[in-house]
């Protein structure tokens, strides 16, 4: 059973309230509804063109509405048809959608924060949104309809986390190794987040906004 969210569990949550980013990073767009990749990589009558290569490098599950999730690219990647996913407790179709633009050069992260976490780190986060997930919720990136990674597994409710003991998705901060070299596109395959993950105690935000590799 899934942790309370308070207002976050109503479907007319919005990614609204978006924030300006750094340099060249647009703002993020509003939020979808139900709907988005559902597991599938396929582009589905969107644009032909390549995806960028763009991957999570950072996730944030803090206390209380003390959500983050970073961004990277090792090159310089457009984000018009870019979006972040959040799939409630085991759906198949996404809750809330905020949706990217503008462009991430090589080397820089994009930084998107709860509001409540913008208030305390307003420097450190580029954009702003309700976007927000628990444990227990699986979060995607995709760009024109294909999945460019999965943190959890959609489709699937792990209770209250992946992972096992205290290296779960769950009160923790996940930093990604700096051997990783893209995402996982696959997903509604199983999620460890011991296999590509270091995990930090929860509302550890030192890291946040440097990739550090």
């Known amino acids: 059973?899934?942790?309370?969210?308070?207002?976050?569990?109503?479907?007319?949550?919005?990614?609204?309230d978006i924030g300006g980013a750094a340099t060249s990073i647009g703002g993020a767009g509003g939020a979808g509804g139900a709907g988005g990749d559902a597991?599938?990589?396929?582009?589905?009558?969107?644009?032909?063109r390549e995806p960028p290569l763009l991957w999570f490098s950072?996730?944030?599950?803090?206390?209380?509405?003390?959500?983050?999730?970073?961004?990277?690219?090792?090159?310089?990647?457009d984000l018009a048809g870019c979006k972040v996913s959040s799939y409630f407790n085991g759906k198949t179709e996404a809750t809330?959608?905020?949706?990217?633009?503008?462009?991430?050069?090589?080397?820089?992260?994009l930084t998107l924060c709860t509001s409540a976490l913008k208030e305390r780190l307003a420097t450190i986060c580029n954009q702003a949104s309700n976007l927000t997930f628990n444990g227990d919720d699986a979060v995607t990136l995709s760009c024109d309809?294909?999945?460019?990674?999965?943190?959890?597994?959609?489709?699937?409710?792990?209770?209250?986390?992946?992972?096992?003991?205290?290296?779960?998705?769950?009160?923790?901060?996940?930093?990604?190794?700096?051997s990783v070299p893209s995402g996982d596109a696959l997903g509604a395959d199983a999620f460890d987040p011991n296999t590509e993950w270091q995990v930090f105690?929860?509302?550890?935000?030192?890291?946040?906004?440097?990739?550090?590799?």
């Open 39 to 48: 597991g599938s990589n396929s582009s589905a009558g969107t644009s032909a």
């Open 96 to 109: 809330v959608v905020a949706t990217l633009s503008g462009v991430l050069e090589a080397g820089q992260v």
């Open 145 to 178: 309809g294909q999945i460019l990674d999965v943190i959890g597994q959609i489709g699937e409710d792990p209770g209250e986390a992946w992972g096992t003991g205290t290296l779960t998705t769950a009160d923790h901060t996940l930093r990604r190794n700096c």
């Open 1 to 16: 059973m899934a942790r309370g969210r308070g207002s976050a569990d109503t479907l007319a949550e919005s990614a609204g």
């Open 201 to 213: 105690p929860v509302d550890t935000f030192d890291g946040l906004g440097t990739r550090g590799c």
């Open 58 to 77: 950072e996730y944030i599950e803090g206390s209380s509405s003390n959500k983050a999730l970073e961004i990277t690219t090792h090159a310089r990647a």
